[in-house]
């Protein structure tokens, strides 16, 4: 009999059920289903239609998986050790995990569901046979706080502290005990927030996508000194007294805007997530997102604040990843303020109120999103805000809601570029998910315009009356710089070394985070400075109010492949360009 030994990494936090089950399967060819090596096209297991699965239960074979219990020493993670024997593997076998261990077959979609998308669990033509089930493994404490994300709230002094529970309000007090080392802590609240199966706009996320997610809370630590050390722990007091803690964390609070002093900000978009252990699964097209977050983490203790720009764990509707997602990231948005954006794959829906009519959230519509992750914007279903970091003052838009001129983004966009003091804040950044600048991407390329289409219509002359230095994109999943640009045309012939005036703005496409990377067009435009087929992240450090270096890096080993910097003072933001004087006068 052949044994085989596999480990599984487990979140110890399941809301919905404290019960794990592993299924030892077999099928009877799946040589004709392989993933493609970058994700692209349909995935392996999206061609399983696991509701049908027969039972044909084999005493030669044998699946067990130990421990037993999970988080028994209050980890927020797992490993897990599958043992499998059976008298006659194949290639074809395959080991399935399911939480809840008792899913059904209630909450497939109507057959007919004209927005389906892959995986198709319900109708898909392969008809997987039972032959082993193994023990089942529980969650100690489902219940558990786990998954903190900071993030900045609506003043620089403010950090917000975002995490996941199974505890409603009638079961226990959510709340923060945080201060600086060395002193009583203070404690402040915790407001809770959920959503239901019916907040779903449509499938898979309001049928066989649909998990439970727990409870979120956010507390607000307010009135924190600049450049401080601060520790953290999330609680919940239950209705005996007794009290449920997190493990303990620390951040540094944000520097007052404009001081000069050393600051770091990582920007991407585009990551989604990918198992540990190696096992396929579905919606399988993030293979580079493991490198960029451990390359994160790597070098965590060399920037200060994390803009991720739209499509965060892909989700596309199983509700399920973004626990997974969030769990993937924690080491960084537990230290860190992790910022983000609306992506498609976040708020995209047919009839939903989203600019673009396509299904791409698997009917999550934005929820997810707006509730497990804080942004200080004043709708939080209407994706846009600014923050200030320090020198930087950064305008966030959200590309899945109209920005063209007249709307009310517009109107926030054009605010938002105004309200900087550049004496302060000398270094303005634009961001949004969708390419609403330049692009060399395929698709774009052949649509002519290099952009999204009606993306800088409207944007180019806020972007240049206000003079904003950098703007990121994500979307498209490669990494592409262009030079300072205004109305398709280089205003500077540098590449590496920028000074003086203000004359455009570099556009910088930042998508791979690791999502299947995009193609780029065999057209190389002018303004197309460095192109970079790979996944990799950007790094801003602002040394001073005169002097900015930009590096991109791969995520495969977090070297720097393209750089330039800006050398400016404060006149040099003043100074008048094309389509960026103010009104002057003859009066003396």
Known sequence: MKENVHHFPVNVLATSSAV???????????????????????????????????????????????????????EDSEWVTVNIMNEKPSADDWVGVFSPANFNASTCPPQDDQWQETPYICTAPIKPKLVSVSNKLQFLNPKAPVYPRLA?????????????????????????????????????????????????????????????????HTSFLKDLWPNTVYTYRMGHILSDGSYVWSKVFSFKSSPYPGQDSLQRVIIFGDMGKAERDGSNEYSDYQPGSLNTTDQLIK??????????????????????????????????????????ASGNHERDWPNSGSFY?????????????????????????????????????????????????????????????????????????????????????SWYGLE???????GRESLQKLWQKYRVDIAF?????????????????????????????VNGTIHVVVGGGGSHLSEYSSVIPNWSIYRDYDFGFVKLTAFNHSSLLFEYKKSSDGKVYDSFTISRDYRDVLACVHDSCPATTLAT
């Not at 791409?360 to 279903?381: F, H, I, K, L, Q």
């Open 357 to 441: 009519d396509t299904p791409d959230s698997g009917g999550e519509c934005g929820v997810p999103a707006e509730t497990m992750y804080y942004v200080p914007a004043e709708n939080r279903a209407k994706f846009w805000y600014s923050t200030d970091y320090g020198m930087f003052h950064f305008c966030i838009a959200d590309s899945e809601h109209d920005w063209r001129e007249g709307t009310e983004q517009y109107k926030f966009i054009e605010k938002c570029l105004a309200s900087v003091d550049r004496q302060k804040q000398p270094w303005l950044i634009f961001s949004a998910h969708r390419v609403l600048g330049y692009s060399s991407n």
């Open 152 to 216: 900045h709230g609506k003043s620089w002094d403010e950090m917000t502290v975002t995490w996941t529970s199974g505890y409603n309000i009638d079961e226990a007090v959510p709340f923060v005990e945080w201060g600086m080392k060395g002193e009583t802590p203070k404690r402040s609240p915790a407001g809770t927030l959920t959503f239901k199966q019916n907040s779903m706009c449509g499938s898979p996320a309001r049928t066989v996508g649909w998990r439970d997610p727990g409870f979120i």
């Open 299 to 340: 070098d965590l203790d060399n920037f200060d604040i994390v803009f991720h720009i739209g499509d965060l764990p892909y989700a596309n509707g199983y509700i399920s990843q973004w626990d997974q997602f969030t769990a993937q990231v924690q080491p960084i948005t537990s230290t860190v303020p992790y910022m983000i």
């Open 448 to 454: 002519g315009a290099f952009e999204e289409p009606m």
């Open 20 to 74: 794990l089950v592993f299924w030892l399967l077999c099928f009877a060819n799946l040589t004709f289903v392989q993933a493609d090596i970058h994700g692209a096209g349909e995935q392996a297991l999206a061609k399983i239609d696991i509701y049908k699965t027969t039972l044909a239960l084999d005493g030669s074979a044998l699946i067990t998986a130990y421990p037993r219990f999970l988080g028994s020493l209050g």
């Open 473 to 501: 994109y994500g979307h498209v999943h490669n990494y592409e710089r262009t030079c300072p640009v205004y109305q398709n045309q280089c205003v500077s012939k540098e590449k590496h070394h920028y000074s003086g005036t």
